[in-house]
């Protein structure tokens, strides 16, 4: 999985697959790490994400709910247009910050 | 105090019940009477409230009191004329009688239920004051169930969606357990659910997520959403398939109450809480239901002020479970009754006395009895469809009154009776869809009028019997569906392919919306509107049983039909076996049972794509073999020793011929693995049990359900009989293909087959193979039209097939070789004291020799007006079919063509080309007819088949006339048109497609030029009535197709006139 910037307090993901259940438990894994490492901004970058599923969204929230504690944000960006219809269907624009 | 307890409170209350029975459609009356007030029907309801205010103050029931009295005021200043009943007024009394019906029914709760804003609306009414306008900025927060967040959203909203007929209900889903783990996305599941309504709000309940360091696959991602559809509570969990107990109603007050919350709870009664909707306590009471209830369903009304409550709740002892039944009928019981006891008495002491001779006569007589007794029973549950028709008079007022239209409802058919869950379980599909007829269906009254219709749109409910099952037709005259949009609208869903669509026919298009996901309100409401929830509708009729089926007409209006069993507790059904089960299929599923004879098999059964299809009357029908289905083995019995054995065919048409080569040897291989030629190589082994006799005839039964039909191959066919049914165990409740079980007069049980159920677990779906079906209903129609020839086939050699048109022959003789006489190089035959000169197809044509054979025919034609023998060999046979004769790649002197009959390339004799081969001396030269001005007379050919066409044409041009050909009537007569003054004969064909030669006929004879033109018809057998009929329309002779001599000498005759 390509990372972009390694910078201390910022962080980017960019899985560059759809986030499903599949991969859920690595992505799991790999924001937790980062969190550990105590970065509070970290940006996901949606590029080549088509579909994002329960699982999915269930780890967004997650880190964005770790990331609250901390009191950090998770951004979003790239986000593709289905993508981001959902997150706003379902208000999790209030929850993600979509660049 | 409790119900139970007080017989003269529930005297009281079964008393009021019948009052209010009645109150709703009498204040309905009173409204469309207006300012004409029906005194007597005033009274009436006056009288009714008074009663109830009445008996309320003797039990001390303060708010039933209070609130009867006050509607008492309002009807007492109504019937001095005070004020006139508007439907403002009708609006408040009526939802004062809804809360009426529901205090009345939670009498013992009454008193703490909060009807002061009814009591207000109808002080004011009263008073003449109207009640205050809702603050219309207000808003509400809507509580999440279990959860401590809320919604927030604003009244007028909620009021708005209500008053286009919405319920509004809270539902938690859960993206992992209702989502992930169904195998859907989150956006397929929002997708899905905006079809059928409006996600007004949602919200994910972010803190039950927790945090990455927690288990994502064990946690819950609660989704919670505010959802406005007209799907009623029984139908809504269709649409989410969630745990049921994650459904809420959003009530008029505001409240939110589970759906499935079942009214034998506890009624809480802070706040008027006890709201519970009819739907689920019909699903609730259905295992009870003893109980004729009066049906009241949740009207969605516009809120003019806050209403506590206007739902409809039972107590927990139910004020209906009494039932009424007429006494005629229970008189019959009780005599049934007592001739069962005489019975069996009778029967006791004939086995005492070991009496064989009474038991048996008893055991007839029980058996008698038992079944009369059955019918009794059935009867008293049987009850008027008026229960459920008659609250519709209130649906479509309230409904029409809230989208501005005006609506006249005209119910028929009140007292068709049904079985009692019957009934009840088509209350919701019913309602769904009278409410879309009247928000959907019917225009809005401006629209109405710029098409010239009656303001007022009428909406028909008409039920009725017919062929032992209830038909109920809902039908409105408002714009119709377009068939066309919708399957433009599917295509784009790709819920069917543009090809699919294309060979769909209108009906089967505006059927279409039965497709589940197929529109939803916004998007397609420039289609039609229609669609919302209607796979839902279907999906519930299914389960009863029923049919249902849509017809519209682009502005005049939609019909649907439904038909239902009469009862579900005894069906009429067939009785099948498969692999040595029985089953069972519903009448009402089956359409018919055919049989293809084994060597029909073959022939019949076609494959389209994956399946298997057989043609029936024109017609593509699908094919299922039931085996496969639910996964039995096949077998068959063999034919020889009655042995079940299994079945390894593959494809239904797979099957051991006596043409194959295995039978060739008169023995049959042990397991040798032989790739025949004219079936698919397989590669599974033929072992020698595989069948070729009749067992391998397939016995097919045609079943319907609704837009889908059918055949389902099975084993055997038995009879049928009444079956009664036993639900399935919860076990076994996902077995699709099944709709319960019963138990056979031997005490074994048989499966009920669900037809529906078993179309889709085969993936049948009624738009597979249309585009073939197309193609053979083309096929068929094209046969239909074609003309059917006449041949009379023989041999010459003995493997070379003729044939020659039946019209010329004039007889046949059978001869011995040495009849023939040959003299002067020529073969006469001394025949009736002429020679009758003989030739043979050889002479001429480039075919092999007459066969050498001691017995031989003469066929016996005319040309030239003299008879003529032609030599031919047996075996003979006249055929009368439709053959497609290609005259251009055997054709030779002597031969017009050749066609495939009975699987023979056969070459067709043309007769006067073989003669006048070698006899030419007999042909002489006719002078040709020419017209005034010295050309060549022109004639008009009119004949779809290009075979007869080209060579009728040669036979003309041949002679020297000048030939027109047109393909049919139509272009005959266009032709005639235009060449008027050219044309001086017309010579027709009778079958033809869009223009028959009779109605060519009579729209040339209309052409004052062509008044007296001759008309010589051509056919292949001119009978009796078509040589009246075209005597008649003005055809001056007939003749036969072929004839060449006989025609061309007709023609000469009417053109020397």
Known sequence: MPKTKKKPTKKTFKPGKDIIASMVGDFRKKLQKVLEQGIKDITIDFSNVAEVDSMGIGVLIAACNSLENEGGTLKAKNVSENIYLLFKIMKLDQKLVLL | ?1057
């Open chain 2, 1 to 1057: 105090m409790s119900i139970q307890d007080d017989d003269t409170l529930r005297l009281y209350i079964e008393e009021s019940g019948e009052h209010l029975a009645d109150i709703e459609n009498d204040l309905l009356a009173i409204e469309s009477a207006g300012a004409d007030i029906d005194e007597e029907l005033v009274n009436k309801v006056f009288r009714a409230a008074h009663s109830i205010k009445g008996g309320a103050g003797f039990m001390g029931l303060n708010n039933i009191k209070e609130l009867s009295h006050k509607m008492e005021n309002v009807l007492g200043m109504i019937r001095e004329r005070e004020m006139v009943p508007n439907p403002e007024i009708i609006n408040i009394l009526l939802m004062a009688a809804d809360v009426l019906r529901n205090l009345i029914i939670n009498a013992d709760a009454s008193n703490d239920i909060d009807i002061s804003d009814h009591v207000r609306a109808l002080v004011s009414l009263s008073e003449g004051v109207t009640s205050d306008e809702e603050d219309e900025s207000e808003v509400v927060d809507i509580p999440f169930p279990n959860r401590d967040e809320v919604f927030t959203i604003s009244k007028n909203e909620i009021s708005n969606m209500r008053k286009k007929g919405n319920f509004i209900y809270v539902v938690e889903c859960d993206l992992i357990n209702d989502i992930q783990l169904k195998d859907k996305t989150p956006t397929e599941f929002i997708n899905k659910i905006e079809e059928s309504g409006v996600i007004l709000d949602c919200k994910i309940d972010t803190k039950s997520v927790g945090t990455l360091d927690e288990d994502l696959f064990k946690s819950n991602i609660p989704f919670v959403i505010l959802y406005a559809t007209i799907l009623e509570p029984g139908m809504i969990n269709v649409i989410f398939d969630v745990k049921e107990t994650h459904l809420f109603v959003l009530e008029e007050d505001l409240t939110v109450n589970p759906v499935t919350e079942s009214v034998s709870n506890e009624v809480s009664v802070s706040e008027g809480q006890e709201a519970i909707t009819i739907e689920e306590e019909i699903q609730t009471e259905r295992e009870e239901s003893q109980v004729e209830d009066i049906h009241t369903v949740t009207i969605p009304v516009q809120v003019e002020e806050p209403v506590s409550d206007i739902k409809t709740t039972k107590g927990p002892t139910g004020v209906d479970t009494s039932l009424r039944v007429n006494v005629s009928l229970l008189d019959n019981l009780m005599t049934l009754a007592g001739e069962l006891v005489l019975g069996r008495n009778q029967l006791l002491q004939a086995i005492t006395q070991k009496d064989n001779h009474t038991i048996e006569a008893s055991g007839q007589h029980l058996d008698l009895i038992t079944s009369e007794l059955q019918g009794a029973i059935m009867m008293t549950r049987m009850q008027p469809i008026g229960n459920v028709l008659n609250k519709f008079p209130r649906v479509v007022r309230d409904l029409a009154r809230n989208l501005g239209k005006e609506v006249n409802l005209i119910i028929e058919g009140e007292g068709v009776e049904l079985d009692k869950t019957i009934l009840e379980a088509i209350n919701d599909p019913l309602t769904h869809l009278v409410r879309n007829s009247v928000d959907h269906g019917l225009e809005t009254p401006d629209e109405r009028r710029k098409r010239g219709k009656d303001e007022v749109g009428q909406v028909f409910l008409k039920a009725f019997h017919e062929a032992g099952q209830v038909n109920i037709e809902i039908s409105d005259d408002g714009k119709g569906m377009d068939g066309g949009k919708l399957a433009a609208a599917a295509v784009e869903k790709n819920l069917l392919s543009e090809q699919q669509a294309m060979a769909m026919s209108e009906k089967e298009k505006v059927n279409l919306i039965f497709l589940p996901g197929f529109s939803t309100a916004e998007k397609v409401s420039d289609v039609s509107g229609r669609g919302v929830g209607m796979d839902v509708v279907k999906t519930n009729l299914d389960k009863l049983g029923g049919v249902v089926d849509i017809d519209s007409t682009i502005g005049e209006g939609t019909t649907i039909r439904i038909k239902l069993p009469l009862t579900l507790a005894i069906i009429p059904s067939q009785l099948i076996s498969t692999a040595g089960e029985r089953y069972a299929i519903p009448q009402v599923n089956l359409e018919e049972l055919f049989r293809i004879p084994a060597a029909q098999v073959k022939d019949r059964i076609e494959k389209v794509g994956d399946a298997e299809v057989v043609r029936l009357r024109g017609n593509l029908l699908p094919l299922i073999r039931l085996t496969d289905v639910i996964g039995l083995d096949s077998e068959y019995i063999d034919p020889y020793d009655k042995e079940s054995k299994s079945d390894r065919r593959k494809n239904i048409s797979d099957r051991r011929s006596k043409k194959s080569p295995l039978f060739n040897e008169d023995q049959e291989p042990e397991s040798e693995e032989i790739s025949l030629n004219d079936e698919e190589s397989e590669s599974y082994e033929r072992g020698p049990e595989r069948r070729y006799h009749s067992s391998s005839a397939l016995n097919i039964v045609v079943v319907y359900t609704g837009a889908l039909k059918y055949g389902l191959i099975v084993d055997e066919l038995h009879d049928s009989e009444e079956i009664v049914v036993k639900p399935l165990g919860r076990d076994l409740k996902y077995c699709e293909g099944y709709a319960g079980a019963t138990i056979m007069g031997d005490g074994r049980v048989a499966l009920i087959l669900d037809v529906a159920g078993l179309s889709r677990m085969a993936n049948l779906t009624s738009l597979d193979g249309t585009d073939r079906a197309h193609e053979v209903a083309r096929e068929q129609q094209f046969k239909n039209q074609k003309d059917v020839q006449s041949m009379l086939i023989f041999r010459n050699a003995e493997d070379e097939q003729f044939a020659a048109p039946l019209g010329l022959v004039e007889r046949i003789e059978k001869i011995k070789r040495t009849d023939i006489e040959e003299v002067g190089g020529k073969k006469v035959l001394q025949y009736r004291g002429t020679s009758l000169p003989l030739f043979s197809i050889e002479q001429v044509a480039n075919v092999k020799p007459i066969a050498d054979k001691e017995d031989l025919l003469v066929i016996v034609f005319i040309v030239a007006g003299r008879e003529i023998g032609l030599l031919a060999t047996p075996p003979l046979d006249a055929i009368e079919e439709s053959i497609v004769i290609d005259n251009t790649t055997l054709k030779q002197t002597g031969i017009m063509g050749s066609a495939i009959i009975r699987e023979l390339t056969t070459l067709i004799v043309d007769i006067f080309s073989l003669v006048e081969e070698i006899n030419p001396e007999w042909f002489g030269d006719r002078e040709i007819v020419k017209n005034m001005d010295g050309e060549t007379a022109t004639i008009l050919y009119a004949e779809d088949s290009n075979f007869f066409r080209s060579q009728v044409r040669e036979y003309m041009e041949g002679e020297g006339y000048n030939v027109i050909e047109a393909e049919d009537g139509v272009i005959a007569l266009d032709l005639m048109k235009k060449n008027v003054d050219k044309v001086t004969l017309l010579v027709t064909d009778i079958e033809m497609p869009n223009m028959d030669g009779f109605e060519l006929t009579e729209k040339v004879r209309k052409i004052d030029s062509f008044s007296s033109i001759p008309i010589i018809a051509l056919t292949t057998m001119a009978s009796e009535e078509d040589i009246i009929r075209g005597k008649e329309v003005g055809i001056n002779d007939y003749q036969i197709k072929l004839d060449k001599e006989k025609l061309l000498e007709s023609i000469y005759n009417f053109l020397k006139k």
